[in-house]
């Protein structure tokens, strides 16, 4: 079976299931910190519930910051002679 000819292409989610994916993410973590605060009396696992849903409330609110469109880079010293700036790629940053 070989497979050298074809090409595995990406999905494109439309920005509506998107938002609601991320909106249902935030919640559902938000709502089960908050229900494990009313249940549970160890501080231990309240620790531990605190990290679990707050990753889960992050990549929501990640998931929804991906639809934001991009702002256009400026610069300080913008006039009629300013030079605009390119954003810098992750290669660049590291060299």
Known sequence: MSSSGQRITAVKIPAAVTAV??????AVSLLGFVLDLLITPEIGALIVSFVVCGIGLTTGIMVL???APRRELMSL???RD???LQAATPTELLT
Request: hydrophobic fraction near 65%; charge should be positive.
């Open 21 to 26: 994916i991320g909106l249902v993410l935030a």
């Open 65 to 67: 910051r991906r639809l």
């Open 77 to 79: 010293f913008a006039g």
């Open 82 to 84: 300013a030079v605009p």
